[in-house]
């Protein structure tokens, strides 16, 4: 057996085992394909050099071992991958076919990355090893991430990395932090604007005055409703990962909760049907549980429509617990259902404003119910009312 033939094949199980260790060493899938394309330029640059003197093998054939060894280690990687020489294409893996054409092999790299940042490394004489982004490569919404090392014979190795997710948070985040600054400004300003009127002569006029002190008031009850929800969806967020760890009886939380919303609007309460199975106990957190029946019991009593009945029952179903809360008000359309658990997305804002809602009620929800490792369901028909249903798992079915 010649010297230069299975040089290639144990590299290619080198390059290969490097990608698994990562892998098991818990680096997850991007570090474990950056160590794997580390290793395929290894392979490249080990494969480029020209067979030794005896080995009987001649340079063309050579070449195809190289190639053929190229292209198996390319195509062991999930992530976009270009071997470019010259300006041109020489391999593409399925993954960089499928994302940008079955023809590129062959072509101008210019063609097959259609992005100026793209050419302006990919022609550049800088060794500049920082990544560089491209947004719309592959359609409008998508972002990648491309990395360029040099290989030996002035090829180079393309790497392209999907962050089209992590631009999706980012842009979530960027949202976030304006609809919050927006919800607090609006009250603020008109608290602003009511001391300042009462500063003058409308404060000496006691009818005046009463009327502007209560939309103070009601406008600073809104403020603290939303700063409430606020560090509630932080908390939540951040304890998402650590499972609860309470046994709570769902049974009795129910009707509890019920007293407590009848409390503040006794007309509504009054619509308020239960139906509860006994012993529905789950695992859970009692102040986040509380927090989610209030939501989705509070939602039903303001969107339902005046005397007609809010329906909550409690059953279980199979190894879960399962919370269906209807109310027969106006409805959702269903394109608006799948956005009804975004932060500060609401269907009729200046509806939901004057009932007080502060557009975090669902969202909220919809965070507990991920940490108790449930299922949240809403369904809704325009004219006939909304219904949410919750699943959580039953008592014994999770461990704390």
Known sequence: MDEFGPRLPLA????????????????GINASAVVAVGAIAAVLVAGLHPPERGTGESPDTARQHVAGATQAAIDAVDEPILVIAGGHVEAANPAALALLGQHVVGGDVRLAIRHPAAAERLFGTRDDREPVG?????????SWEMRVRPLADDRRLVHLVDRTGNRATERMRVDFVANASHELRTPLASLLGFIETLRDEAGEDAAVRERFLKVMNDEARRMQRLIDDLISLSRIEAE???PPDQRIDLSAMVPAVRDELAATN??????IML???PDVCVIGDRAQLSQLLHNVMGNAMKYGRAGTPVEI??????TMAALVVRDHGEGVAIEHLPRLTERFYRVDSGRSRALGGTGLGLAIVKHIVERHRGRLDITSVVGDGTTVSVLLPLHGVIKP
Request: hydrophobic share 50%.
């Open 12 to 27: 290619l199980v080198i390059a290969i085992g490097v990608a698994l260790l990562a892998l098991l060493l818990g680096a």
């Open 240 to 242: 998402k990962y650590r």
């Open 313 to 318: 029952s409690l059953t279980h179903r199979d």
């Open 275 to 277: 139906s509860i199975a």
């Open 266 to 271: 006794p007309t509504r309460g009054a619509d």
């Open 134 to 142: 491209l947004v719309g490569l592959g359609a409008r919404d998508q």
